[in-house]
């Protein structure tokens, strides 16, 4: 009896070194793949950031925030806008100058830009939402419209890495912004709610593409016509 007591108290201590063997193997496995993970991570946030274009130099008289030109001008016009988005970037290269020129600075129109962040998806980190954020960032530092002309100089295909944090941090950077400030907005999602708020509220005024202007009221769609729909508002 006192044999068999024995053998199985061996074959019981036998078990649980085995089972304590497995347990440290398993735990010794899942380490490794989380210190995998991270280093993954830290290689993708710290590799490079590739070529970062200069924004186009613009005048914009009486800026405030995301919005330039005089409050009380008679004409208010809105732009709800993505900044991947590449007829919005066409907008900004082609016909956005003019119309600073001929009636933003000239006291005509009062200019709000408003992002319309929907070509992410859902996703509530894409880039659409994070480049329009590290933007509202930006206009901490009364830089938002230079920030703005670096991202569409830097927009080139959707959802493809144009505006992965790293970038975006690197856009601040080059325009010599004070980037602890910049990392803390950026990194605590000051402005998330901002960006998602701007989202509802342009499709609750019908907004469904972009660019899309608000004159007065009255939705344009698109940039063909604006100018002339501005010249109709002032002629009333």
Same mark, same amino acid.
């Given at each position: 009896?006192?044999?068999?007591?024995?053998?199985?108290?061996k074959?019981?201590?036998?078990?649980?070194?085995?089972?304590?063997?497995?347990?440290?193997?398993?735990?010794?496995?899942? %380490?490794?793949?989380?210190?995998?993970?991270?280093? !993954?991570?830290?290689? !993708?946030? %710290?590799?490079?950031?590739?070529?970062?274009?200069?924004?186009?130099?613009?005048?914009?008289n009486?800026?405030?925030?995301n919005?330039?030109?005089?409050?009380t001008?008679?004409?208010?016009?809105?732009?709800? %806008?993505?900044?991947?988005?590449?007829?919005?970037?066409?907008?900004?290269?082609?016909?956005?100058?003019?119309?600073?020129?001929?009636?933003?600075?000239?006291?005509?129109?009062?200019?709000?830009?408003?992002?319309?962040?929907?070509?992410?998806?859902?996703?509530?980190?894409?880039?659409?939402?994070?480049?329009?954020?590290?933007?509202?960032?930006?206009?901490?530092?009364?830089?938002?419209?230079?920030?703005?002309?670096?991202?569409?100089?830097?927009?080139?295909?959707?959802?493809?890495?144009d505006?992965?944090?790293?970038?975006?941090?690197?856009?601040?950077?080059?325009?010599?912004?004070?980037?602890?400030?910049?990392?803390?907005?950026?990194?605590?999602?000051?402005?998330?709610?901002?960006?998602?708020?701007?989202?509802?509220?342009?499709? %609750?005024?019908?907004?469904?593409?972009?660019?899309?202007?608000?004159?007065?009221?009255?939705?344009?769609?698109?940039?063909v016509g604006?100018?002339?729909?501005?010249e109709?508002?002032?002629?009333?």
């Open positions: 009896m006192a044999r068999k007591n024995e053998t199985r108290t074959l019981t201590e036998k078990r649980k070194r085995n089972q304590t063997r497995q347990r440290n193997i398993w735990l010794g496995i899942i %380490s490794l793949v989380a210190v995998a993970v991270v280093v !993954v991570l830290i290689a !993708v946030n %710290s590799g490079p950031v590739g070529e970062i274009r200069d924004g186009k130099v613009v005048q914009r009486q800026v405030d925030r919005s330039m030109g005089d409050p001008a008679p004409i208010k016009v809105e732009e709800f %806008s993505d900044f991947q988005c590449p007829y919005c970037r066409l907008f900004a290269d082609e016909e956005e100058q003019a119309i600073i020129e001929n009636y933003v600075n000239t006291g005509k129109v009062y200019f709000t830009y408003t992002p319309f962040s929907f070509l992410d998806g859902n996703a509530i980190d894409g880039e659409s939402k994070s480049a329009a954020q590290a933007a509202y960032c930006a206009a901490d530092q009364n830089k938002f419209w230079e920030y703005h002309d670096v991202l569409f100089a830097n927009q080139n295909s959707e959802n493809a890495g505006f992965a944090d790293k970038r975006l941090i690197a856009f601040a950077e080059k325009l010599g912004l004070d980037m602890g400030a910049f990392r803390s907005c950026y990194n605590g999602n000051t402005y998330r709610q901002q960006v998602l708020d701007d989202l509802t509220r342009g499709r %609750s005024l019908g907004v469904s593409a972009t660019p899309t202007f608000f004159i007065n009221g009255t939705k344009v769609q698109g940039y604006l100018t002339e729909a501005i109709a508002e002032l002629a009333k």
